[in-house]
């Protein structure tokens, strides 16, 4: 049993953005104190969905025309046609599943969502989705897990707004208003707040949005009566003791969407409460969290749709957006059905944001902060240091201000909220802190960036945020290691951005190659000569393969600077490959290694090989009982002796679970 995943599993940040319980004292723009939420407790990990898409979907499919029809019908216009998975398909499922599923609903994506019989654990709906993932038509299966809440302006809170200012000593701010001397946006930027919904009424908030859409689909959670319709206004996510999980406590509305929204985008220089970072572009809501949280299975719509991808029965989004802000998360690494969706989402041009989360844990054990092709943000405090509670680790591409209100209720972070302790009540706001409320800083900035330079691709904004951060302060506990490049910089980062070139398409120029010295007959061995020199690397994500000591923080290369680095990250496949002549002298090839993992050994989930000329010829599982730090083994090549061959080191890891395998100083050798 996978016993380490399922304690990981259980525990769930609830408002990645606001920690729960964010201060005993409020500020309201009436005076009155707002409700304070209480904390939750971690739920237990229980689920009953499981997302599953097929390699041809449409082998498996069968329009399902009364649901078709009846969405058209409650949207108004057209939708998307909704299909269901045929009769053959569903009792093949069940057969492997070795229970009987239904069909839920059509996802985006052309996925498909599926219920079991009753909620199992977490741990127990990984397995049966990893049998689902037996059967050769299955591209994929997870689980749905749910998700929980991650120019001088004249508003008279403005003051109070610390997280705004340009950054100095105790004082580290995003440096807004040397930013907004250059921009303070533009109408053809649209930012997603994909969370609990938007107060519309709020002062504000007025006539900050464009229209968008409630993706709750259950209705005992949805606290509106309903399920998903165009209406992605905030009821409130109030629930009742025990409603959540037995043992729950009772809980007051977050109303942590408008907290969100009004960062990125409050009404700013109209003489009402707080400042937006952005005072011109819209907000486009996007509610996937109701009651307890939401499911992956309406989150992962959610987002598609944000980015103006096609969802079944579901009305076409008016407003794609640019930047999308996801300041939710729940622990377990991202899946096939999370990554899938974000590649796509960001292939469409939309920047995604994401809350670290707030267990003071890797990131890179939650969802979807975990996930490539994200800007994961890491929360900071005033003095520039890590906030207590804020995650951290590889998977944090940069910190910005998410506010530490246990010793000052000031020190957190400004912005629209309500008094309603259920329903919405008068209007206010609040001091929060968060993860969540780091995230949007950044999400707004790239708004602006986006808005003097509309041609930047996700990749480029990423780019000149982290080249332009504040660097953290002496002393503080953040470094480029554990908080990612440093504290966003607003007016750095919009002016890089005016500034940043035309983008034209790469010229591929050719190029004199000298000649390599090897270690032991294979170029680079060692890997010292860095990541472009003798090897040819190949991987599903962006990262390193040949990395230096900065990217090796838990263990470190062998010897000298350099060391190969697999895994690391789910759902990858990896390898580095060299044409080498194996000695006849010297036909063994040594090297050192270690693996880090918590999974089983099982050669489905994940697995390192060396191959030669595509064949495996040495096998290591990754898995908890094969750990090891740096050791020396060998491969006997005998059988190659004085041929030249491809040589290669591979790595694939599965859904669930991440595993590492580091290589280090390879070279043939006269024996073992």
């Known amino acids: ?41 971690p739920p237990p990990p229980f689920t009953d969905e499981i997302i599953v898409k097929y390699r041809t979907p449409e082998k498996f499919r069968l329009l399902d025309a009364d649901a078709s029809a009846m969405a058209a019908q409650a949207a108004g216009q057209p939708v998307p046609p909704m299909h269901r998975l045929s009769d053959e398909a569903m009792q093949a499922l069940s057969a492997q599943a070795g229970m009987a599923l239904t069909h839920v609903r059509e996802m985006s994506g052309e996925a498909h969502v599926l219920r079991l019989p009753e909620p199992m654990p977490y741990e127990a709906v990984a397995l049966i989705a ?26 008279p809170l403005y003051s109070q707004q610390w997280h705004y200012s340009a950054p100095a000593p105790g004082n580290y701010g995003a440096n807004l208003p040397n930013a907004w001397n250059i921009t303070t946006g533009s109408t053809s930027i649209v930012v997603a707040v994909v969370d609990t919904g938007i107060l519309f009424g709020h002062p504000d908030l007025s006539g900050r949005t464009v229209s968008g859409y409630d993706f709750v689909s259950d209705v005992t959670k949805a606290n509106d009566g309903d399920g998903r319709d165009a209406n992605a206004s905030d009821p409130g996510d109030w629930a009742s003791a025990d409603e959540c999980y037995p043992g729950s406590p009772a809980l007051s509305s977050s109303w942590h969407g408008t907290h969100v929204a009004g960062t990125i985008g409050a009404g700013t220089n109209n003489a009402t409460g707080v400042a937006g970072i952005n005072w011109v572009s819209k907000i486009l809501p996007v509610r996937v969290l109701g009651k307890c949280g939401g499911t992956s299975s309406d989150i992962i719509d959610g987002v598609r749709w944000a980015a103006g991808l096609s969802v079944p029965g579901v009305p076409a989004n008016a407003n794609p957006a640019r930047v999308i802000n996801l300041s939710l998360g729940g622990i377990s690494a991202c899946s096939s059905a999370w990554q899938n969706a974000i590649n796509q989402v960001v292939s469409n041009g939309a920047v995604v944001v994401v809350a670290a989360g707030n267990l003071n844990a890797p990131a890179g054990n939650f969802t979807p902060a ?21 995650n951290y680790g590889p998977a944090v591409e940069i910190s910005a201000p998410g ?16 008094n309603g302790a259920t329903a919405p009540g008068a209007h206010s706001y609040k001091f929060y802190q968060g993860t969540s409320m780091a995230a949007p800083h950044v999400a707004g900035i790239a708004s602006l960036m986006l808005s003097v330079k509309p041609a930047l691709t996700p990749a480029q904004v990423l780019a000149l945020l982290q080249s332009t951060a504040t660097p953290f302060p002496s002393g503080s506990t953040c470094n480029t290691t554990n908080c990612g490049a440093g504290i966003v910089n607003a007016a750095a980062a919009v002016q890089a951005a005016q500034n940043s ?16 010295a090897s270690v032991g007959g294979i170029v680079n061995g060692n890997f010292e000569q860095g990541p472009n020199v003798g090897w040819t690397t190949s991987s599903n994500y962006t990262f390193c393969l040949i990395c230096d000591q900065s990217d090796l923080p838990s263990i470190g290369p062998h010897g000298g600077n350099w060391a190969a680095r697999f895994g690391g990250i789910n759902n990858e496949n990896a390898s580095l490959k060299q044409t080498v002549t194996v000695p006849a002298g010297a036909p063994y090839l040594g090297f050192w290694h270690a693996i880090s993992s918590s999974d089983w050994c099982n050669d489905a989930y994940d697995v390192a090989r060396v191959k030669v000329n595509g064949a495996e010829v040495k096998k290591f599982q990754l898995c908890t009982p094969n750990n090891t730090t740096w050791t020396a083994t060998s491969v006997n090549l005998s059988a190659y002796a004085g041929q030249t061959v491809m040589l290669e080191l591979h790595v694939k890891t599965d859904s669930l679970i991440v595993s590492s395998w580091l290589v280090d100083d390879l070279a043939f050798q006269a024996g073992p």
């Not at 380490?4 to 005076?31: C, F």
């Not at 990893?130 to 508003?155: C, G, H, W």
């Not at 000052?408 to 909220?417: F, I």
């Open 403 to 418: 506010g530490e209100t246990c010793s000052n209720t000031s020190d957190g972070v400004l912005s629209t909220l309500n």
């Open 130 to 155: 990893k049998q689902l993932e037996q059967l050769a038509e299955v591209e994929y299966a997870s689980p749905s897990e749910r998700m929980f809440i991650a120019l001088t302006p004249n508003d």
């Open 1 to 41: 049993m996978k016993q380490a995943y399922l304690l990981i599993s259980t525990i769930v940040v609830t408002l990645t953005g606001g920690v729960w319980a964010p201060a005993p004292s409020v500020l309201a723009q009436s005076g009155d104190v707002v409700t304070q939420r209480h904390s939750l407790s």
């Open 501 to 516: 070139a035309p983008m034209t398409k790469r010229a591929y120029l050719p190029i004199a190659r000298r000649q390599l």
């Open 370 to 390: 975990g996930c490539a092709n994200v800007i994961t943000v890491a929360a900071t405090q005033r003095n520039g240091s890590k906030a207590y509670y804020s």
